[in-house]
């Protein structure tokens, strides 16, 4: 059984501002990589508020995304949903 410290660690969660700004990519480009399957979902709190973890964050740079630029999965994709976006987007 693992007793360290570090499985105490209290997790840090990142709101979609937040995340954004992390990867240095507008709020668009965040929903647009999340809407391909490019980034992953989070976890939706209330109704509208969704939230990541800082370690999916982390994971997702060390996979092969990358601050300010989109995984090479969503590379030259400019709008898959063809213009029906949410414009709306709440932090």
Same mark, same amino acid.
């Given at each position: ?26 709020? =668009? ?7 391909? *399957? /490019? ?14 973890? =800082? ?7 060390? /996979?092969?995304? /990358?601050? *300010? ?15 029906? *976006?949410? =414009? *709306?987007?709440?932090?």
């Amino acid at each position: 059984m693992n007793t360290s410290s570090e499985s105490l660690q209290p997790v840090e969660y990142l709101t979609r501002s937040e995340v954004a700004r992390q990867l240095r990519i507008s709020l =668009r480009q965040l929903q647009n990589l999340i809407q391909q *399957g /490019s980034f992953p979902q989070g976890v939706l709190v209330g109704r509208r508020k969704r939230i990541w973890s =800082r370690r999916q964050i982390e994971q997702f740079l060390a /996979s092969g995304g /990358s601050e *300010g630029a989109a995984p090479s999965t969503a590379a030259g994709v400019s709008n898959p949903g063809g213009g029906s *976006g949410n =414009r *709306g987007i709440a932090g």
